[in-house]
C-alpha cells in the first residue's frame, strides 16, 4: 500500500476537507486535467486523508470538497482518467495554485508506484494487457489489403491486351506499355508494404497467445521475464511438440518467415559486404543473394503472399485443436488482462474442464469489463 511520505504531507500544506459539499453546477470551472491521471490524484488524497472518496456524480468515480487559500473547492473524477477543479468564483490564480499541489502530490505517489511496480514484477504479481484483439485486426487489415491486391494481380490483363487498336502507332503502343507497367509495379508496392507489415504484426499476435499460455500453462520454474527473455521460438516449443507431423512442417516455415521477412523489417537486419580491390562490393555468402531482402519490393514473387498466409492459417488451426493453446488463444482473444499473478490466474484456471465453460466465464468477466468501463459498476 501507498504511505503518506513527508514530501506528500508538505505538499498537502494547506489544503483540507470542507465540512460542506459544494455543488458542482453552482461553481465555475476551472480545470479539466489529464495528466497526471485522475486515479494519481485519487491515491495522493486517500493516502493524505485516510478515508476512501465520495463517488461523484454521473461518469466520476470520486469527488470531494476542499478547502484551500480560504476559499472552497470541489475536486472531481471523470471516467476514472481526467479530473476537474470548480471553484466558486472565475478568478484563475488560486484554482492554479491547487491544480500544482494536486499535481506534485499526483507525482509523488506515482513515483511510489514506479517503485513498488519494480517489486510486484519481481515476485510476478503483475498482470497485462490484453493486447490480442487490436493486434488480430491490424492484422487482418493489412492481410485483407495483400489478398485484394493479389487478386487484382492475378486477374491483371497480360501486357499488350486491352484497349490495342489496329490503328495504333508506335507512341501509342509505347504509351499503353509504360502505362501497364506502371500500374503493375503500383500493385506490386501495395501487395509487398501490406504483407510485410500483416506477417510483423502476426507475429506479434503469437507473442500475446504465448503470454496466455503462461498465465494458464506449467511455468516451469521461469518468471515472467525469465519467459520472455526466450527466443519466441523457444516460447512456443514450451508448449508444442515441433517435432513432427504438421507442427514440424509448420513451425519450420514460421521460422523461415521469422528470420527472412520479420526480422528484417523489425530490426532493419543488415546484408553483409566485403570490398574486393578493382572488382567492388560482394555478399559475405553468394546464398544471400536468394534472402527475400535482395530481391526488389521483399517478396521473391507474389505468390509468396499465399504461403505466408497458408503457414499462418495452420499454426492458428493447431493452436485451436491443443490441449493448452486452444485456452489460451481464447484468453487472448478475450482483451481481457493477462495474469500473470500465481493467485489470479489460478483462480481462472479453475474454469478450464472444457472450452465451452472456460468461454462462458471469459464472456461473464468480459461483460462485468464493460459494465466497469462504462462506470455502471
Same mark, same amino acid.
Given at each position: 500500500m501507498i504511505r503518506p511520505t513527508q514530501k506528500l504531507k508538505k505538499v498537502f500544506y494547506g489544503i483540507t476537507i470542507s465540512q460542506e459539499w459544494q455543488n458542482e453546477q453552482e461553481l465555475h470551472h476551472h480545470h479539466h486535467l489529464t495528466r497526471p491521471p485522475s486515479y494519481l490524484v485519487q491515491l495522493a488524497l486517500m493516502e493524505q486523508f485516510g478515508k476512501e472518496l465520495p463517488r461523484g456524480e454521473e461518469k466520476s468515480e470520486w469527488a470531494i470538497s476542499l478547502d484551500f487559500g480560504g476559499i472552497s473547492w470541489l475536486v472531481s473524477d471523470w471516467k476514472r482518467y481526467a479530473w476537474d477543479i470548480y471553484g466558486p468564483e472565475p478568478e484563475s490564480a488560486p484554482a492554479e495554485k491547487l491544480q500544482k499541489k494536486l499535481e506534485s502530490a499526483a507525482v509523488i505517489v506515482g513515483n511510489q508506484v514506479k517503485k513498488m511496480a519494480r517489486d510486484h514484477r519481481d515476485r510476478d504479481e503483475i498482470s497485462l494487457k490484453g493486447e490480442y484483439p487490436r493486434l488480430k485486426a491490424l492484422y487482418e487489415f493489412f492481410r485483407g489489403e495483400a489478398e485484394e491486391t493479389l487478386d487484382r494481380l492475378e486477374h491483371q490483363p497480360p501486357v499488350g491486351k486491352g484497349s490495342a487498336s489496329a490503328g495504333d502507332g508506335l507512341k501509342e503502343s509505347m504509351t499503353r506499355l509504360n502505362s501497364w507497367f506502371a500500374d503493375r509495379a503500383a500493385l506490386d508496392r501495395r501487395l509487398h508494404a501490406n504483407t510485410l507489415a500483416a506477417i510483423t504484426i502476426f507475429f506479434s499476435t503469437i507473442e500475446a497467445v504465448l503470454d496466455a499460455a503462461f498465465a494458464l500453462g506449467d511455468r516451469q520454474g521461469r518468471t515472467f521475464d525469465e519467459y520472455r527473455n526466450l527466443k519466441w521460438a523457444d516460447r512456443l516449443k514450451q508448449w508444442l511438440d515441433v517435432s513432427r507431423g504438421e507442427s514440424a512442417e509448420v513451425y519450420q516455415t514460421l521460422t523461415e518467415l521469422w528470420r527472412e521477412y520479420r526480422n528484417t523489417i523489425a530490426h532493419s537486419s543488415p546484408a553483409f559486404s566485403l570490398p574486393v580491390p578493382g572488382f567492388g562490393l560482394i555478399p559475405f555468402d553468394y546464398e544471400d543473394l536468394d534472402l527475400p531482402r535482395a530481391v526488389p519490393w521483399a517478396l521473391r514473387e507474389p505468390e509468396e503472399a499465399r504461403r505466408v498466409f497458408a503457414a499462418f492459417?495452420?499454426?492458428?488451426?493447431?493452436?485451436?485443436?491443443?490441449?493448452? #493453446?486452444?485456452?489460451? @488463444? %481464447?484468453?487472448?482473444?478475450?482483451? !481481457?488482462?493477462?495474469?500473470? &499473478?500465481?493467485? #489470479?490466474?489460478?483462480? @481462472? %484456471?479453475?474454469?478450464?474442464?472444457? !472450452?465451452?465453460?472456460?468461454? &462462458?466465464?471469459?464472456?461473464?468477466?468480459?461483460?462485468?469489463?464493460?459494465?466497469?468501463?462504462?462506470?455502471?459498476?
Open positions: 492459417d495452420a499454426i492458428m488451426r493447431i493452436f485451436q485443436s491443443h490441449d493448452l #493453446l486452444k485456452f489460451a @488463444l %481464447k484468453y487472448a482473444e478475450s482483451g !481481457l488482462p493477462i495474469y500473470i &499473478e500465481t493467485k #489470479l490466474s489460478e483462480d @481462472l %484456471k479453475k474454469h478450464m474442464t472444457l !472450452l465451452e465453460a472456460f468461454e &462462458e466465464e471469459l464472456m461473464h468477466r468480459c461483460e462485468l469489463q464493460d459494465r466497469f468501463n462504462n462506470m455502471d459498476i
